[in-house]
C-alpha cells in the first residue's frame, strides 16, 4: 500500500476530524491507493468499529467487481469505515443499507440533491452517479472478522480531464446544486448513513426499511438490461419491480418469470 499521511484534510486536523466524528480512530492521507486497502490492513491490525481513513485523493480507488473509482484530489469524499458485525451469513443487504443510511442523511443534509439508490451499490442524483459503494468482509472458519465499507461521493463538478465514461454517466453535488459544498459536511452525512443501519445489520429487511428501500430505489418501475454474470454475461430486458427483503433485485424480464437477483449488473433504459 502506498500512502501519503496528512495531518490535516478538508483544513481540518485529525484532531478537528476526531472531535467533528466523536472517535479516536480517525486516519487521515493526502493521497493513497485505496482508503479500503488502508482500513483493511488497520483491520488486521485490531482496529476497532468506527474506525474511519479518510483521504484527499486515491490513485488506485476500486469500485464493485474491480472497476476504478476516479479519486482526484479534494473532489469528492472517500472515505472507508470498519465495523465487527456479529453475523455476516445474509450479507446480501449490506451495500442496500449502507446506501439507504447515506442517501437518507444527504437527502436531509442537501435540499434539492434529492439523492436516489441503485441496486446494488450506487448513489444517484440528477439521474447520474453521484457515488458508489464498496462492502468487503474478511472471513474466519465460522464467521466474518470485519467489515470495511468503501465510499466514493462526487463533490466538485466532474472535470474535463476525468476519463470520458465518467465525464459521460457521472455527476457532483456542486453541479446539481449549483454552489460549493463543504466536504466535511458531505462526510458528516456519510459517517451517519453507513452507522445508522449498519451497527447492528439485519440478515432481511423489515417492512419499515423495505419501505425506505422502496422510497429511494431509483430503479423502481425502470426498463434496464441487466446482465448476469459469468463467463458468457447473458443479458435480459425487462422491468425492475423492487428490491427483496434479503436485497435480491426483482426483475421482470419482457420473456419469462420474475427473477431474483442476487449477482449482475442494470442499466436503466
Not at 28 to 53: P, Q
Request: glycine share 10%; with cysteine; proline share 5%.
Amino acid at each position: 500500500m502506498t500512502a501519503q499521511r496528512t495531518s490535516q484534510w478538508d483544513g481540518r486536523s485529525v484532531a478537528n476530524l476526531k472531535k467533528r466524528w466523536g472517535r479516536e480512530d480517525v486516519h487521515s492521507y493526502g493521497r493513497i491507493d485505496s482508503t479500503n486497502e488502508a482500513a483493511k490492513a488497520l483491520a488486521e491490525k485490531g482496529a476497532s468499529t468506527g474506525t474511519i481513513v479518510v483521504a484527499r485523493e486515491q490513485s488506485a480507488g476500486r469500485g464493485r467487481i474491480g472497476r476504478g473509482w476516479y479519486s482526484p484530489r479534494d473532489a469528492g469524499v472517500y472515505l472507508s469505515m470498519i465495523f465487527h458485525p456479529w453475523d455476516l451469513s445474509h450479507p446480501a443487504p449490506i451495500s442496500i443499507l449502507a446506501g439507504l443510511g447515506i442517501v437518507q442523511q444527504l437527502d436531509r443534509g442537501f435540499p434539492g440533491l434529492m439523492p436516489r439508490l441503485k441496486w446494488p451499490n450506487d448513489v444517484i442524483a440528477a439521474d447520474r452517479k453521484l457515488g458508489g459503494i464498496l462492502a468487503e468482509a474478511s472471513w474466519g472458519e465460522a464467521a466474518a472478522r470485519y467489515l470495511v465499507v468503501g465510499v466514493g461521493i462526487n463533490v466538485r463538478q466532474i472535470s474535463a480531464t476525468a476519463p470520458a465514461k465518467v465525464r459521460d454517466e457521472a455527476v457532483a453535488m456542486d453541479e446539481v446544486l449549483k454552489g460549493k459544498m463543504p466536504l466535511a459536511d458531505v462526510a458528516d452525512a456519510v459517517i451517519e448513513g453507513l452507522e445508522a443501519h449498519l451497527g447492528d445489520a439485519p440478515a432481511v429487511l423489515a417492512e419499515a426499511l423495505l419501505a425506505e428501500v422502496d422510497r429511494y430505489d431509483w430503479l423502481r418501475d425502470r426498463r434496464a438490461v441487466l446482465t448476469l454474470p459469468g463467463d458468457e454475461g447473458e443479458s435480459v430486458e425487462g422491468m425492475c419491480v423492487g428490491i427483496a427483503p434479503d436485497g435480491a433485485l426483482l426483475f421482470r424480464p419482457d420473456r419469462g418469470a420474475l427473477r431474483r437477483v442476487r449477482d449482475g449488473t442494470v442499466e436503466a433504459r
